[in-house]
């Protein structure tokens, strides 16, 4: 959960390369710029840390339930491979949104779908367990966000 949470923190602030020009606009406590490009702040990082670590302790939580043995502990070519899908959603990303150009929340989520599509084609598995998990986190987090916009103002 630990090591998830490392691999996949930086991609927080590296999605707000596009989230912050099309979808997001919070005020930062600490805000990470690297000459004119804005990466969000410290607040991201510790977000997707958080996320990326939260969503992986639940799918091992419901897979030992289910009975399937405990996640292998991180070794170099699990840590390349968890880096490598983190660079296919990247690429993923740059080219749903620069070559295609379609608005940031649409690239991450086309993204997310084809990388996890390559994931399951891989580990077929895998898929049915990652629905239940991914179900009951958006159940537990779609509430904070309806009945308003990314701005603030009322949906």
Do not use: K, N
Request: charged share 10%; with cysteine.
């Amino acid at each position: 959960m630990v090591w998830t949470g490392v691999v996949f923190a930086p991609a927080a602030l590296i999605s707000e390369l596009w989230h912050l020009q099309d979808y997001w606009y919070p005020t930062y406590v600490a805000p990470l710029r690297v000459g004119t490009w804005q990466f969000g702040g410290v607040e991201d990082l510790v977000f997707g840390f958080s996320l990326a670590g939260i969503s992986a302790g639940v799918f091992e939580a419901l897979a030992l339930r289910q009975g399937l043995p405990p996640l292998p502990r991180l070794t170099p070519r699990t840590y390349a491979r968890m880096t490598g899908l983190g660079l296919v959603g990247l690429v993923l990303v740059v080219t749903t949104t620069t070559l295609v150009q379609l608005r940031s929340m649409h690239g991450a989520t086309i993204s997310i779908l084809l990388t996890a599509g390559l994931v399951f084609a891989f580990r077929p598995g895998l898929a049915s367990r990652a629905l239940v998990t991914a179900l009951a986190f958006a159940a537990s987090s779609g509430s904070s966000t309806r009945g308003s916009c990314c701005d603030g103002t009322p949906a």
